[in-house]
């Protein structure tokens, strides 16, 4: 029987960790560290599943009074004896999550914040039973406790709270709100944006601003707001991006602690495909893996040895920054995607402050400044990391951290491809999929470096060289799905292997194979020849002989950067 702890997969609850014995990367001693470099308020910005939630159960789990200290048995944080003394089960905690803040409308968004409040509201229920506390005290707190209560109340009930703790307690209350930027981002999308920030800011000033209740808050998100939008008001208010070489190492896993999870799950061989894939983010001046990559790579690999690596991060959220990114990309823009992509790095200015209103570029009196907040946007969230910046701390060299990210970033280039350029023009697009199926290889080509010279290319540097062939590969299977009377397989089984793209028209007896070479030293005949031999060799026609196709087309596709040679036999 396997004795080895299992995964915390999804877990991002502290204590169920230890209490379910499962496997953890001590982050402890952000506990001493938030002590030693103590502020009033402490907001740390970091990009989705790089364990705040984790971390902030931790310090609730630490700090607050009634709970089991043994859940920190042989962590770091213990051998810290002084300061567990007098920290360790010591504070009131209030904890909230704004993560599932969210409605089409902004009522529907304050209803469900108002549930949110009364889950935290309703953790406090010996609160009624309090001597301490007037019937004017237990008159407020029973107010909390529906979840239909006002906006008004809403903006002042974590002070409310912190005040009964107090005086329950005699003692200052920590205060801990997690995803506090994601009501933000859905009234973003959702059209309430003005009306949530003032609501959120109210919320804020009232919790924040002189609480004289409050000893401690600790805040997270994934985007600094700017703080004349949020947070106007707060002098005591500190704030640690993934720029600062303080807390660096707590959020994200260290190769050091990577190779110790590898090792202990008997995988210390996947350490360079894990590195590949899931590492290469700077925060400080520490690299960091994203942890939920890590963790259900690893996962995937104790039941299956030979499962592949896979873009796990995508599903955790959507990925429309990059969409918009896209969208409104001018030909400047293009060739700086195009260079990021190719393992490249370009020069932007950042402004790690910003307003979800700074994003909008369609809406945006200045959208060319509305355009380069988008730069700024996808550092912060994680699809950009920094490699250098400049003396002045405003230019950051940026590139794609990873290939999962590279990946996510050739994913949404061919969407937007098919849905502006092969399915906005039809005719044009049906032109070219008619020049397929007649043999016309002279029009096909031609209208092929049409597309390459108009979409984003991947070009020839630092990228695998098959994920260059299956870019091409993948637009042209795009192109070529765009008409519906025919049938198109990718990677269609036929002969001894598998063509790049088989297509059958029954209503006109004819087939086609294709073949995608990448020519990586330039040499486009050589490229066609190439992929012509392949498709003889491996008989790849075989099943469009066996499914009765009356003429077949075979084409040898060669491609690089951003032009293609077509070359083309009838059978």
């Avoid at 043994?70 to 999550?97: H, N, T």
Wanted: with cysteine.
């Amino acid at each position: 029987m396997d004795n080895r702890k299992r995964l915390p997969i999804g877990v991002d609850n502290f204590e169920k960790i230890y209490q379910e014995r499962l496997y953890y990367v001590d982050k402890t001693s952000f506990i001493k560290e938030l002590l030693v470099n103590w502020s009033e308020v402490s907001l740390f910005t970091r990009p989705r599943r790089f364990g705040k939630s984790l971390n902030m159960s931790m310090l609730r789990a630490f700090f607050e009074v009634g709970r089991d200290a043994s859940v920190f048995d042989g962590l770091a944080i213990l051998e810290e004896k002084e300061l567990c003394e007098k920290y360790m089960g010591r504070f009131p905690v209030i904890f909230i999550s704004l993560k599932d803040v969210d409605g089409f409308t902004y009522e529907d968004a304050i209803e469900s914040m108002g549930f949110m409040i009364e889950e935290a509201a309703r953790r406090l229920q010996f609160l009624l039973e309090s001597p301490k506390l007037s019937m004017n005290d237990k008159k407020a707190y029973t107010q909390l406790l529906d979840g239909n209560i006002t906006p008004g109340n809403q903006r002042r009930s974590l002070k409310t709270l912190s005040e009964l703790l107090y005086k329950h307690y005699d003692q200052k209350v920590i205060i801990l709100i997690d995803e506090y930027d994601v009501p933000l981002d859905k009234a973003h999308v959702n059209g309430y944006y003005p009306q949530m920030v003032s609501h959120i800011r109210s919320f804020f000033g009232n919790t924040l601003k002189t609480n004289e209740y409050m000893f401690m808050a600790v805040i997270t998100g994934c985007l600094r707001v700017a703080k004349e939008s949020i947070f106007t008001g707060l002098n005591n208010f500190k704030v640690h991006t993934i720029t600062d070489r303080i807390y660096e190492e707590y959020f994200g896993f260290t190769d050091n602690e990577v190779k110790d999870m590898l090792s202990y799950y008997g995988l210390s061989n996947l350490h360079e495909t894990v590195k590949q894939w899931y590492d290469g983010y700077h925060f400080g001046c520490q690299n960091v893996y994203c942890p939920w990559d890590v963790i259900n790579y690893v996962g995937d690999h104790l039941f299956d040895m030979e499962a592949p690596a896979k873009m796990y991060w995508i599903n955790t959220s959507g990925n429309a920054i990059v969409r918009q990114l896209l969208q409104y990309a001018d030909e400047s823009m293009k060739k700086e995607i195009e260079q990021l992509v190719a393992g490249e790095a370009v020069i932007k200015e950042i402004r790690q402050e910003l307003t979800y209103a700074d994003l909008d570029v369609g809406a945006a009196k200045d959208s060319e400044s509305a355009r380069l907040n988008l730069w700024s946007v996808l550092f912060t969230t994680g699809y950009l990391t920094m490699t250098e910046m400049s003396a002045d701390g405003r230019h950051y060299k940026l590139r794609i951290p990873n290939r999962e990210v590279r990946q996510i970033f050739v994913w949404q280039i061919q969407d937007w491809m098919r849905e502006v350029l092969f399915y906005g023009n039809t005719e044009r697009m049906l032109q070219f999929c008619e020049a397929v199926l007649s043999g016309n290889e002279v029009l096909f080509e031609n209208m092929f470096n049409m597309y390459l010279q108009e979409t984003i290319s991947i070009r020839d540097t630092a990228v695998a060289f098959d994920m260059k062939e299956n870019y091409f590969h993948g637009m042209l299977v795009g192109l070529l799905r765009g008409k519906g009377d025919w049938i198109v397989e990718s990677n269609a089984e036929s002969g001894a292997g598998y063509a790049d793209i088989v297509i059958e028209s029954m209503s006109q007896k004819t087939g086609c194979v294709i073949e995608v070479k990448y020519a990586h030293d330039g040499n486009l005949d050589l490229g066609c020849r190439n992929a012509l031999e392949q498709i003889h060799k491996r008989d790849y026609t075989l099943r469009l002989r066996d499914d009765g196709m009356k003429k077949i087309h075979v084409y040898g596709v060669a491609c690089y950067k951003k032009s293609c040679k077509v070359a083309h036999e009838d059978m």
